[in-house]
């Protein structure tokens, strides 16, 4: 299995619900970057946004993110926020220190588990014409991004068992192959 495994993927794709029971199924530690964030400003992401503005997040979501994948970490599963794979430093760095898996999921799927939360300051438009519009948007501008990752597993219509399931699975082909041929 790899050293650490980093979860990159839309919002309300999963990442916050599959990481924590991949990491139990695998005996890994489990990181949520905007949960540490939020204990470390006292606030909401929301509210950082709003308070403190989004390229102040962005610098200590970067930062965050060398500090949890520095030369001696292992056994990790860390989910990363839905835009901080856009960062090219923070790509190169996940890419040499981990797996890095991508949770897909369907537009209609991310609209409807998206259109009544309130706490996405990037998703906070009013009506539904208009957060269906902001997901195809950005989700059109990261697609390449998040393609980027070495193992891509869809949550659309898929529990989180089946999730974390189908990714130990790929996991195991991928590794295990290596490890026979290494
Ligand atoms: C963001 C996604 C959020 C959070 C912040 C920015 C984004 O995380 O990091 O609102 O740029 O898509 P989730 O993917 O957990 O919603």
Redesign the pocket.
Known sequence: MPENIVII?????G??SVGPALARKLGMSFH???VILEKRYRMP??RI?AQHGEKS?RSS?KELIASLLGELKTGQVI??????F?DRDSRRLVKTRAAVIYLSCSQRELYRRLKDQT?????DSVTGQEIRSDIKR?LHARRPHYLMADLVVSTTNRTVKETVNEITRKLKTVYDSNKSTS
């Not at 993927?9 to 794709?13: A, D, L, T, V």
């Not at 706490?119 to 998703?123: K, M, N």
Request: charged share 25%; no cysteine; glycine share 18%.
């Open positions: 993927g839309f919002s309300g794709s990442k916050s949520d970057t905007d992401v929301s946004f997040f979501e989910a990363l926020g839905g835009g901080a856009e706490d996405r300051p990037l998703l950005l």
